[in-house]
């Protein structure tokens, strides 16, 4: 049987991915970076991690990539204003609340579905192992090939 962390986290590895997809075929995900693009830039943001980089590039010359990036990280964080990141997260929260409201049967259907499975077979990686058997089996029967 799964446990119930596993279960939640199949039934979040399931929702994430809707969640993802809807945001991008929304269109809301392409306009909130060029939202913030545009007023990172208004304010200077970039030119001020442009000259840091450049700084940091001098200071750290022969550091691995990884320690600029993570400088270069949170000096970014540091300076990004949290208007702007308020604003982002309001949006983004406003898009979560209305996909929830939309998806509310799904979801209920959804962990339903999760735990009749789970009753009938026991074990959810089981029920994916009968699966890819049938699969194989479809496979190899359309293949024309002959058991003997």
Known sequence: MLSDSDFEAKIIATFDERINQSFAESGLQERLIQLVRTRLSKIGWDASLDAQCKNI????????????????????????????????????????????????????????????????????????????????LDEYASSGESAE
């Open 57 to 136: 590039l001098q200071d750290l010359e022969d550091a691995p990539l990884r320690v600029i990036e993570k400088k270069l990280e949170d000096y970014g964080a540091s300076i990004f204003p949290e208007p702007i990141k308020a604003e982002i997260e309001e949006k983004i929260r406003e898009f979560l609340d209305e996909f929830y409201e939309e998806h509310a049967e799904e979801v209920d259907r959804l962990i339903n579905d999760f735990e009749d499975i789970e009753k009938e077979f026991g074990d959810i990686e089981e029920l994916e192992d009968i699966e890819r058997d049938y699969e194989d």
